[in-house]
């Protein structure tokens, strides 16, 4: 009965980890597609205000229009870029290692369990390695 207790103890704390890992994927998914859509937002405007400005400039209206026109294209592309680079680019990357890390755990929690199964015996010492396992996460 005790080793079908340790066993299950080792199954539950993988599942627990699975379920962290399902998290974290999600928010990687979700920070890829946040990305993405800064950077095509930011393409988008900024092809639309340079056309903008190109169109007013040959129209012979007022220099300011053209100049503002410009100006914002500028905000637009650095703020956008700024924002992608700066903050989605890292959430991603974040994200990115923690599944990694978590992968890594589970399959050396894995092969421990798988090991520890086969001789049909889970002494408190491997208990003890599948728990500094654990922590290091």
Same mark, same amino acid.
């Given at each position: 009965? !005790?080793?079908? %207790? ?8 993988? +599942? ?15 920070? &890829? ?7 095509? =937002? %930011?393409?988008?405007?900024?092809? *639309? /205000? /340079?056309?903008?400005? #190109? $169109?007013? *400039? *040959?129209?012979? $209206?007022?220099?300011?229009?053209? @100049?503002?026109?410009?100006?914002? @294209? #500028?905000?637009?592309? %650095? ?19 923690? @599944? ?5 755990? =589970? +399959?050396?929690?894995? &092969?421990?369990?798988?090991? %520890?199964?086969?001789?049909? +015996?889970? @002494?408190?010492? !491997?208990? !003890?390695?599948? +728990? !500094? &396992?654990?922590?290091?996460?």
């Amino acid at each position: 009965m !005790e080793l079908e %207790s340790r066993q299950q103890y080792m199954i539950d704390k993988q +599942n627990e980890l699975k379920v962290k890992l399902e998290q974290y994927n999600k928010c990687k998914k979700r920070w &890829i597609r946040i990305d993405s859509v800064f950077k095509t =937002l %930011s393409v988008v405007l900024t092809v *639309g /205000t /340079t056309i903008a400005t #190109a $169109v007013t *400039g *040959g129209l012979m $209206v007022p220099i300011l229009i053209p @100049t503002l026109l410009a100006t914002a @294209t #500028a905000i637009q592309t %650095s703020s956008c870029g700024l924002i992608a680079i700066g903050y989605t680019s890292k959430q991603k990357s974040y994200y990115k290692k923690k @599944t990694e890390i978590l992968n890594s755990n =589970l +399959n050396k929690l894995f &092969i421990f369990f798988e090991r %520890s199964r086969e001789d049909k +015996n889970i @002494t408190i010492e !491997e208990l !003890e390695e599948f +728990n !500094e &396992i654990l922590e290091k996460f």
